[in-house]
């Protein structure tokens, strides 16, 4: 009877721990969340302006009118930026493939060779010298 007591009493005592961490979490995520929106919040107003701010800032300048010199020294840098981001892409992938293309031809001018060189054992009749040192040197 005393094993029925004890069983009864741990799974009793798992049901409640598991029920007290499931509250637990409940209440961290709250928090958590909380924290979260605040982060938001900060994120917002640093990235977006006061609507008198964006208001004033277009009609700073009108639409014929011409750009800042500021404006167009920030855009240059951004396209030179992008020009360069993709040179070094396209390079690199140029170098890559040089590389694949170089092992692949040197891959198969060492298959050839080896193919050359059984060839040359094989129909070596022991006669004449091997074929490298039979060559005429003009």
């Known amino acids: 009877m005393t ?3 004890a069983l009864l009493l741990s799974c009793f005592s798992a049901v ?3 029920s007290m961490l499931r509250e637990g979490t409940g209440a961290s995520v709250g928090t958590t969340q909380a ?3 605040e982060a938001s919040e900060d994120a917002k107003q640093k990235i977006f302006m006061q609507e008198s701010d964006a208001s004033n800032f277009l009609k700073r300048r009108s639409k014929r009118s011409p750009k800042p010199r500021d404006e167009v020294n920030a855009e240059n840098r951004q396209k030179l930026r992008a020009d360069e981001l993709r040179r070094e892409y396209y390079e690199e992938q140029r170098n890559e493939f040089e590389n694949f293309v170089e092992e692949q031809n040197d891959e198969q001018e060492e298959r050839s060779r080896e193919a050359v060189e059984q060839w040359r054992q094989w129909h070596y ?3 004449h010298p091997s074929y490298l040192y039979s ?4």
Do not use: A, F, K
């Not at 060559?135 to 003009?138: E, K, Y």
């Open 3 to 5: 094993w029925r007591q």
């Open 35 to 37: 924290v979260e929106e």
């Open 125 to 127: 009749d022991g006669l």
């Open 16 to 18: 409640m721990l598991l």
């Open 135 to 138: 060559r005429h040197h003009i």
